[in-house]
């Protein structure tokens, strides 16, 4: 209220009228930088789990992965797979193949949806975006493997069953190290944008395929069980995994509005 008559006598000669201290400018004006995740100190933590994760799963599988891998896809015909002490593949070999499975892609699905996002409202929503898509892709796992072991207790027997357990295991491994490697290029290297897609979808068909040749190979090595193997492997292979790509696509969506 008293700008307007600053210029009147009465206020002329107050020298606590203006009483700011004028200082020259210098430098420039600094540039936001858009939020990544390479950036964050955070990302090396994850980097490290993950590396020790695979570490672990390399100790388990180093002195017997020859054996595994001709066993696994070349198998001795009339050889049953049997309960060891010391297996490899042993189911705590799969929960730590999931969990690396589960990070690497969180961390590819997250910085593929940062092309979308220069910044966020509030510092806390891309810790909370990156949790949600480790939970996703957990939560996908652990639906996937409950169905595939509901329909597999109803339809095939026990030896069976075991046998493709421990192929799933080594399929696991083998997918959470590829993709170890897609998550390394894409988080720290740059990779563009326009080619994470292709290459996430290369390693997954890739897998699927193996998938496919091991269902047919231990559930339907028969001619006649042609329809069955597309039934079994579309149920529980194929529209899981649409399901999620529609749900990242919507996930996708909100980050892009800036959640």
Not at 66 to 80: A, D, H, M, S
Not at 230 to 259: G, H, I, N, R, W
Request: proline share 5%.
């Amino acid at each position: 209220m008293i700008a307007p008559y600053d210029t009147c006598s009465f206020f002329r000669s107050d020298t606590l009228l203006h009483t700011e201290v004028s200082v020259p400018t210098y430098g420039f004006a600094a540039t936001e930088t858009p939020y990544r995740l390479r950036h964050d100190g955070w990302s090396g933590v994850l980097l490290l789990l993950c590396l020790l994760m695979a570490a672990s799963l390399v100790q388990r599988l180093r002195k017997k992965f020859r054996e595994l891998l001709r066993g696994v896809f070349f198998p001795i015909p009339g050889k049953t797979d049997v309960p060891l002490v010391d297996d490899p593949l042993r189911p705590s070999t799969r929960i730590i193949a999931v969990g690396l499975l589960s990070l690497t892609a969180a961390m590819v699905t997250f910085t593929y949806t940062q092309h979308e996002v220069g910044f966020y409202l509030f510092p806390e929503t891309p810790y909370l975006l990156f949790a949600a898509f480790f939970l996703l892709w957990l939560c996908y796992f652990l639906a996937k493997r409950l169905m595939g072991n509901f329909v597999n207790w109803i339809f095939f027997r026990k030896e069976k069953i075991f046998t493709w357990k421990r192929a799933y295991t080594f399929l696991y491994v083998v997918e959470g190290m590829l993709f170890l490697v897609l998550a390394l290029l894409v988080t720290y290297l740059q990779v563009p944008h326009e080619t994470v897609l292709p290459m996430a979808l290369f390693l997954i068909i890739l897998v699927k395929i193996l998938l496919l040749f091991k269902t047919h190979q231990i559930f339907f090595p028969k001619m006649y069980g042609t329809l069955h193997l597309f039934v079994y492997f579309c149920t529980l292979e194929l529209m899981p995994l649409l399901v999620m790509q529609q749900v990242l696509t919507y996930a996708e969506c909100l980050s892009a509005v800036k959640l």
